[in-house]
């Protein structure tokens, strides 16, 4: 039996979580900013992070607000990029699958990207853990990261119009995904994923209202299934 408690579980989760802040308070703060700059205001742009907490899906709708996309193009797109967050729900099945639904459903409201990479870690790190201990970490990884990207997200609508251009803030949006991505890049399916879905966003930058960037993450997707099954007919073959 696991000597963690749901209590200290949160805890570890919450140490866990809080380094991300670093990253999440200017990434949450440009959007404030990119979000007055594209007609929004200071409550829309808060209720805009409470409700959907998805950073790339929300600069990605904006982005296409902007350019006057077509609705169905927007919510396409935003859904396309956060199709990870349904790999991410497959993921933790298993963990938290058991959970009472309004704590599932508080689950699925609350994964992120930092929240997922810090539970699934802890997870595989700790076999032993039971539910309580699982809810307890994910939860307490949670904490300090959705608090905070409401709260920056708020100042950054506040004083988005009084930041000088020099002072852009958007090197935070890939340096985030990099510093999150990297690490679970582990076998060759996760590597030929990347590389195909790279390479076609990259060749479809000429693709209108960023379609591009949907044909490229299902190319990346099926890279990375077809590697898969290669790899397990080449294993099971040996």
Request: proline letters at 6%; aromatic letters at 12%; hydrophobic letters at 55%.
């Amino acid at each position: 039996m696991s000597s963690t408690t749901p209590k200290s579980a949160f805890w570890r989760g919450f140490r866990d979580g809080a380094p991300f802040v670093m990253v999440i308070i200017p990434f949450a703060a440009l959007f404030g900013v990119v979000a007055t700059e594209a007609g929004l205001n200071i409550l829309e742009t808060f209720l805009f992070s409470v409700v959907v907490i998805a950073g790339a899906a929300q600069f990605t709708a904006l982005q296409l607000m902007q350019e006057h996309a077509p609705t169905l193009i927007v919510i396409v797109s935003a859904l396309t990029v956060n199709l990870r967050m349904a790999m991410y729900s497959a993921s933790l099945t298993p963990h938290l699958g058991a959970a009472p639904l309004w704590k599932r459903a508080c689950v699925a409201y609350m994964i992120v990207d930092q929240s997922y990479a810090c539970a699934i870690s802890a997870y595989e790190r700790n076999p032993g853990w039971g539910l309580p201990q699982k809810l307890g970490y994910f939860f307490g990884a949670c904490t300090p990261v959705i608090p905070m990207w409401f709260i920056a997200s708020l100042g950054g609508a506040w004083v988005g119009q009084s930041i000088p251009p020099e002072f852009a803030l958007d090197f935070a949006v890939p340096i985030t995904f990099l510093a999150l991505l990297t690490p679970m890049l582990r076998t060759l399916a996760h590597l030929a994923a990347a590389l195909v879905a790279v390479v076609l966003a990259l060749s479809f930058t000429w693709m209108p209202y960023n379609l591009g960037l949907i044909a490229a993450a299902m190319g990346g997707m099926l890279a990375g299934a077809q590697s898969e099954l290669w790899l397990e007919k080449r294993k099971n073959a040996g």
